[in-house]
Each structure stands twice: as C-alpha cells, then as structure tokens.
C-alpha cells in the first residue's frame, strides 16, 4: 500500500479521536450506572492525553502503518478503570464497557449524515466524493492536490472518520480478554470458564496477532461497504 504522509497524519489524528471517544464515553458512562472511578482519574475528557498509551497510540499504529499494513491504524488508550462493587446493578460493569463501541459506531453514523449533507449542499463536495473514497481506500488515483476544492480535508478527515469508528468499534468488540468483547463475554460465562478465559489471555493475544486482522475484516469490509453505498445513493 502508498503510505502518503498527508493520508497517514490524517488516520492518526481521526484515531487519536476515536480512542478519545471511546474512552471518555466508558467514563462517562459508568459515571452514569454508579461508579466514579474514572470520573475522579480525569477519564470523562476528550483530551487524548488523559487516554495515552505508549503501545495503544504510538507502537501498533506505526506498525499497523508501515510494518504490518491495514487500511485502518490499529490502535486503544488506557484501559479506563472500573470498580464493579460500586456499581449497584451486575449489568453495569459491562454496560458501561458497552458504551465505548455504541458511541464508535454512532460517531460513524454521525458523520456519513454530515457528508450526505455536504453532499447535497455545496457542489464540491459532490464532485470530490469519489476521489476522497478512492483516497482513504488506497485506490490508485492521480490527483493534482492544487485543483482540488478547500472543502477536501474536511471530506477527506470526515471519511476516515466513518472508516476508523467502524474498524476501532468491530476491533473492540472482539471477544477477547484484553478488548470490550472480552470484558462483556465474561460477565455471561460460568465462574470456571471466566477464570480460564482470563488465566490463558495470553494464549489469546498471540492468536489475536495470528488471526485477528482477518476476525475484524470479515465484519469491517461488509459494514463499510454498507455505509459507502448509502453516502453514494442518499
């Protein structure tokens, strides 16, 4: 794949965004169901720098850019921290994990209604869709970067917002012990099977490096390809 340095600082700042999101909106909501935990950490901010990872948002996303290619940075924040005594309901753990991946998706939803907007707004952002969508696919397409409209980077920065909640939103709910998917999944399994799920989390990680690219492609392509068609035909 063409790594364009424009396209890559592009990813990276919607991802830095979308990590945000979904953090801030785990603290917010367990905030909500009963437990200020991350509240009092400062977790309820957009602020990346309150989520930083070393790993999560600098290391796996140059790896997943220039070692091991995606079209989508792989990438996460501090884990946001939870007390579950505190919450007065058992569902509110896991509903607050929840949050993170609902919000991802919604923001997805949010800004294909802003480009379908655009859309039918301002005529350049029109004429520039199929370049944009070819752009942050990677397609090959010559484009004279001076003759393109001063609308671009806002379509462009809108599109890969779309792309990177979907991927990051799929990516988390992976059932696996360190992601969402995994935190939820145990709140559902016996108390054997929990304990074993979480004794060989390892043993998952190092499956997750093997397969896992592939796990999220079989639900990311389909669900991008839905949102794409619906920006073409609304």
């Avoid at 909640?165 to 360190?178: A, D």
């Avoid at 145990?186 to 304990?195: K, S, Y």
């Avoid at 499956?207 to 609304?234: E, H, K, M, Q, S």
Wanted: some cysteine.
């Amino acid at each position: 794949m063409s790594q364009n340095p424009l396209l890559v600082l592009f990813e990276l700042f919607v991802m830095v965004l979308t990590i945000s999101l979904h953090d801030a909106t785990q603290a917010w909501a367990a905030n909500r169901l009963g437990d200020p935990t991350a509240r009092m950490l400062g977790r309820i901010t957009m602020n990346p720098v309150k989520h930083f990872s070393v790993w999560g948002m600098v290391i796996s996303p140059l790896l997943s850019i220039f070692i091991f290619p995606s079209l989508v940075p792989y990438g996460w924040g501090q884990p946001v921290p939870m007390t579950y005594r505190n919450f007065p309901k058992k569902s509110g753990e896991y509903l607050a994990v929840l949050s993170g991946p609902v919000a991802q998706f919604a923001a997805a939803v949010v800004a294909l209604i802003v480009l379908v907007v655009l859309k039918h707004t301002v005529a350049a952002a029109n004429a520039t869709l199929d370049i944009v969508t070819a752009l942050a696919l990677r397609v090959p397409v010559p484009v004279d970067v001076a003759a393109l409209p001063g609308i671009f980077p806002l379509l462009l920065l809108l599109y890969l917002c779309i792309m990177t909640n979907l991927f990051l939103c799929v990516f988390n709910m992976l059932p696996l012990p360190f992601l969402d998917g995994g935190r939820i999944l145990v709140h559902f399994l016996p108390h054997n099977a929990a304990r074993a799920f979480e004794q060989y989390s390892l043993y998952f990680m190092i499956g997750f490096f093997l397969v896992g690219g592939f796990l999220v492609d079989i639900v990311f392509g389909p669900l991008l390809a839905i949102f794409t068609a619906l920006l073409g035909r609304l």
